[in-house]
């Protein structure tokens, strides 16, 4: 069966600048959740942005599906949120966001109705489909930009930060709606908690390359590994029980 | 439960069309004598609108400027003194041609206030989509729209930041004023950059939706804002 994402000797880096990640050869099955992790400036929002087709490649190959992807080319299969995910709901209300999507896939009618209705209910956001986006909490706006890229039926999904800045609630709700896509995806984030949730695999990115490429559960509790690229193990790795002020003193 | 009547066009795009029609209607008046008409139309709007007294407040200040015109040319225009108080002379031709400029005026105003006062901003930017604005710039129309008020809000934090931080105030400040306002707009590119990217990840310009063609409602009021803007300029002319 065709890898659902197939990277070859990918380097990605802005166009006129030194490449920030080298030599990736990523293989992501249908269905797969992987999540990707590093420091800040590895280089994962400028892979996520090449395999968007936002920006070429500076070296490499890229399929979807088994087709290969020329560069710089956006695909119809590749659903992607953005760092910034507010800034992909650009639409006076909410409905008429995740519209915009199949709309410009040529959608029209009863059609494309429902599949912005069918976004919606996936996201929980049936009941605030005539609100204006600008209105919406952070959690329901990122729910929102979800929405958004569902109503285009992308076969992967590359998500940047998707919890990030949510509360308590806003997260575990997104987590929620996350586990329950049938996608392969790709997820970057600094939630180790809820990378271990929801991806069984895990991508370390650190330095222009990939450090480390494995399970979940084993990579993030390689405290040795971690610390070497400026990660912690996550909470619920560590040993439990209540952690005392002169412990945590101890580890700075 | 039966609906009542609507006494104005449902769809944006018909309430646009209606206001253009009967505004060049109503711009092409020449007579003081069709100047009745005129304020019957433009009652007959207020009444319809079913919140005259809303929207006579916000005909508050395009009344001001309709009296200053008139007055001016009452003052100022024409040779046919009616009233003369020293170097002040009120001249007949000139009360006519004040009088027919402030009334057009405000009865386009009215018209429009009516028609196309109570429509959001975006709905009337589609309608001006849908008569042949072209498609960039609707879409620069919407977002400037969507923007706008989150760019005052940033701008205004920033400026709270400014001040929070010893930031001074009057003409002095103007410097950082500048610093504040040049931020907000480099922010405002980088934003920019982002909704763009976004924008064509969800594949912006692939196609556009086309234009739904009128149903019989808004053929009836269009038909109607046509007899009633042909009524009225052959009555013009007939005088």
């Known amino acids: 069966m065709s890898a659902a994402l197939d990277t070859s000797g990918l380097s990605v880096g802005w166009p006129g600048h030194a490449p920030v990640l080298t030599g990736l050869d990523l293989r992501l099955a249908p269905g797969e959740r992987i999540g990707l992790v590093g420091p800040n400036g590895a280089g994962k929002s400028t892979l996520f942005a090449t ?8 070296a490499g190959q890229i399929s979807v599906m ?29 409905a008429e966001d995740v519209r915009f999507g199949p709309q410009n896939q040529g959608l029209r009618g009863g059609a494309l109705e429902a599949r912005v209705t069918c976004a919606l209910a996936q996201c929980d956001l049936s009941h ?21 890229l569902l109503a285009m039926q992308p076969e992967i999904l590359l998500l940047d930060e998707p919890s990030a800045a949510l509360d308590l609630r806003s ?10 896509m049938p996608q392969a995806m ?3 984030s600094h939630d180790l908690d809820m990378l271990l949730d929801l991806c069984p695999r895990i991508l370390l990115v650190d330095a222009g390359r990939v450090q480390a490429d494995g399970p979940a559960q084993d990579v993030l509790s390689d405290a040795a590994l971690m610390q070497r690229h400026g990660q912690e193990v996550p909470a619920s790795l560590r040993a439990t029980g209540p952690v ?3 412990a945590i003193g101890q580890r700075g | 439960m039966a609906e009542a009547a609507p006494r104005l066009p449902d769809c944006p795009r018909t309430r646009l069309l209606v206001a253009l029609i009967l505004a060049f209607a109503f711009a092409s008046v020449r007579q003081i004598t ?10 007959a709007a207020l009444v319809a609108s079913g919140q005259p007294l809303a929207v006579l407040a916000r005909l508050r200040a395009p009344a001001m400027l309709a009296l200053a015109i008139a007055l001016a040319l009452a003052l100022f225009s024409g040779s046919d003194t009616l009233w003369q108080a020293g170097p002040l002379h009120l001249r007949s031709d000139g009360v006519a041609a004040g009088a027919l400029v402030a009334l057009r005026l405000l009865a386009i105003v009215t018209l429009t206030l009516v028609l196309l006062g109570s429509l959001p901003p975006h709905k009337l930017a589609e309608a001006l989509r849908s008569l042949g604005l072209p498609a960039i710039l609707f879409d620069l129309v919407m977002l400037t729209l969507r923007y706008i008020d989150e760019m005052r809000a940033r701008l205004a934090r920033a400026e709270a930041a400014r001040r929070l931080r010893g930031g001074g105030a009057g003409w002095r400040a103007l410097p950082e004023r500048a610093a504040v306002f040049a931020t907000a707009l480099i922010h405002g590119q980088h934003r920019a950059d982002r909704v763009w990217a976004a924008m064509r990840l969800r594949h912006y310009g692939a196609a556009r939706p086309a234009t739904p063609p009128f149903g019989l409602h808004d053929l009836f009021w269009i038909g109607a804002a046509l007899a009633l803007a042909a009524a009225l300029v052959w009555l013009d002319r007939a005088t």
Request: with cysteine; glycine share 8%.
């Open chain 1, 51 to 58: 395999l968007a087709g936002l920006i070429p490649p500076l």
């Open chain 1, 66 to 94: 088994g087709d290969p992807l020329p560069p710089a080319t956006i695909s119809a299969r590749i659903g992607v949120l953005l760092q910034h995910s507010e800034d992909q709901l650009f639409c006076p209300t909410l």
């Open chain 1, 128 to 148: 605030l489909a005539d609100r204006p986006v600008h209105h919406l909490s952070g959690g329901e706006k990122r729910r929102a930009a979800i929405a958004g």
């Open chain 1, 171 to 180: 997260r575990r709700a997104l987590m929620g709606l996350l586990a329950r």
């Open chain 1, 186 to 188: 790709v997820i970057a």
């Open chain 1, 244 to 246: 005392s002020p002169v």
């Open chain 2, 34 to 43: 069709s100047l009745p008409l005129l304020a019957a139309f433009a009652l």
